[in-house]
């Protein structure tokens, strides 16, 4: 039997270290090295990763605010966000682009990194570490569409270490609020270009360490337990709550991947306080990611399952199903991240009453899976849909 499914959604900063220590092992509180470019070869047994079957739900957030620099919409006054040294090699980068050259477009933009880079960093003026890194993340994304993760690994890591080699107390938030962002990227890209897990753990945990810096920059004066208290932490203009969930889902994912469960719970219950339960109303987008961490609990809880675990299970899979269906129905248009949870929530009711012996709502709810993937595109959920719906109907003997 095909096992239920976690929301592996990608897919942004300060509580102090002492203070989340209830959230990560004392192993993680170290000196994170610079990144290497050169990956190593992960053992095998850590390395394996989960294939689900859901798209990247969470990259788009990421990319929006954090490494959005594509586009010449955010050139559109590059006069004076960029030392004259570079503008001309980002201006032809720009129409390379827009012409469909994305040879072209790639040359003048690592030609426009490359010079930048080498310039002193005061020529970038205010919040410099946004406009320098910005062009990196744009390159970077670009050779992520064209498959090219290898390529788009070592800049990302190059723009990560730019950062990070400057003092902290010289970064302005939003330039921290990058770094993280950065990292995260650094992460979700790990496998594919065999990064060894111990690293990917340092660099998830820096991105969630920071993160929780951040907060606690924000809200100076609160207790260590106010501190801890996602649903009533004030958030600065530039920062949202996706911001801060998706590395701690992100560190979540891996500890679920490596088997560390008591490490990945904390994680999603943060987020989902966060994202779900929190006194700021939250918008849709931002409920339907809670709905993913509650699969991604559903998902871990019943992988040694008992009767007390499947009941758990089945309780948070039913929240998230009951929130994705009444965020669906106030939408006024579909929604991404909304739409591709719903397939993998309705999947998982469906397993989870399959085990449960109610082979009549098992089949309901694998039909409304098939077809909630069917409608927004995912070729992958259907076919397992399909796959548990044949199970249903074979013999078993």
């Known amino acids: 039997m095909s096992s239920i499914l976690s929301s592996r959604a990608i897919r942004h900063q300060r509580l102090l270290l002492s203070n989340c220590r209830g959230l990560l092992p ?13 990956p190593e070869v992960p053992p095998s047994s850590s390395s394996s990763r989960r294939t689900a079957w859901v798209a990247s739900l969470c990259l788009g957030a990421l990319g929006t605010g954090a490494l959005a620099y594509a586009g010449y919409d955010a050139y559109i006054d590059w006069r004076d966000l960029f030392p004259a040294e570079v503008r001309g090699d980002l201006k032809r980068g720009i129409g390379a682009k827009n012409k469909g050259d994305l040879e072209g477009s790639a040359y003048y933009k690592r030609k426009a990194w490359n010079t930048a880079v080498a310039l002193p960093i005061a020529e970038f003026k205010a919040e410099p570490y946004l406009r320098l890194t910005g062009i990196a993340a744009d390159l970077a994304g670009e050779l ?29 938030g939003p330039e921290r609020l990058r770094a993280v962002s950065l990292a995260v990227k650094l992460g979700q890209l790990a ?20 993160i929780l810096k951040l907060l606690a920059d924000n809200n100076r004066g609160a207790t260590d337990a106010e501190l801890l208290d996602f649903s009533k932490l004030k958030l ?54 809670g709905a993913q961490l ?22 948070w ?20 991240t909304c739409e591709h949870a719903l397939s993998v929530a309705l999947f998982n009711a469906g397993m989870l009453r399959e085990m449960a012996g109610d082979q009549q709502r098992a089949r309901a709810f694998f039909e409304a899976a098939a077809n909630q993937s ?17 199970r249903l109907d074979t013999p078993q003997t």
């Not at 496998?191 to 920071?210: D, G, P, T």
């Not at 509650?294 to 309780?315: C, F, S, W």
């Open 144 to 172: 992520e569409e064209q498959g090219k993760t290898e390529e788009a690994f070592a800049l990302y890591s190059e723009a990560f270490n730019l950062i990070r080699s400057s003092a902290p107390e010289l970064l302005s």
């Open 294 to 315: 509650m699969n991604n609990i559903a998902e871990l809880v019943i992988r040694h399952p008992t009767d007390e675990r499947q009941k758990y299970a089945d309780g």
């Open 236 to 289: 600065p203009s530039w920062m949202t709550k996706t911001d801060i969930s998706v590395p701690l889902q992100e560190l979540g994912d891996f500890y679920g991947r490596v088997g560390k469960l008591e490490y990945a719970l904390p994680l999603y219950l943060q987020g989902i306080t966060l994202l779900v339960h929190s006194e700021r109303p939250s918008s849709l987008e931002e409920g339907c990611q």
């Open 26 to 38: 004392r192993t993680h509180h170290q000196h994170l090295r610079p990144l290497s470019t050169t």
């Open 191 to 210: 496998e594919s270009n065999a990064l060894h897990a111990e690293e990917e753990e340092r660099i998830l945990v820096w991105a969630v360490e920071e």
């Open 374 to 390: 069917e409608s927004c595109g995912l070729d992958e959920g259907v076919a397992v849909a399909n796959e548990a719906i044949t």
């Open 317 to 336: 899979a039913q929240t998230a199903l009951t929130l994705l269906q009444a965020n669906r129905k106030s939408a006024k248009e579909p929604i991404s």
